[in-house]
């Protein structure tokens, strides 16, 4: 089981960014995933999930109505598109994926975690 972001970069705020999570397709044919952030000296947060089929997302509080999560079950490909964005936004991102079709903003509930891509806004 593998997953793999990618995209990261250089943002001034403001801007858009998308990122994509490669996972393996047996990793995405039944689980939901998840992007989680984790800022220089802080713990890991959860950003954005989406279910097995695409029909379910959710977004922390933070990110509602500028973020956004899709997923492409033929390329087993998962994107978060980032608008207006801040400064602290700045973090590594990470993708997931879930024990559970459906996932949730607990990091517990995913079991499987590629490495980050990193994303910094500037101001």
């Known amino acids: 089981v593998q997953l793999q972001a990618s995209g990261g970069g250089l943002v001034q705020a403001g801007g858009s960014l998308s990122i994509s999570c490669a996972c393996s397709r047996r990793t995405s044919s039944n689980n939901a995933v998840g992007w989680f952030r984790q800022a220089p000296g802080k713990e890991r947060e959860f950003v954005a999930t989406i279910s097995w089929n695409g029909a379910i997302t959710s977004f922390a509080d933070s990110v509602k109505g500028r973020f956004s999560i899709s997923r492409d079950r033929a390329t087993a490909t998962v994107y978060l598109q980032m608008g207006s964005l801040k400064p602290e936004d700045t973090a590594v991102y990470y993708c997931?994926?879930?024990?559970?079709?459906?996932?949730?903003?607990?990091?517990?509930?995913?079991?499987?975690w590629g490495p980050g891509t990193e994303v910094t806004v500037s101001s």
């Open positions: 997931a994926a879930s024990i559970y079709s459906i996932g949730a903003t607990s990091p517990d509930n995913y079991r499987y």
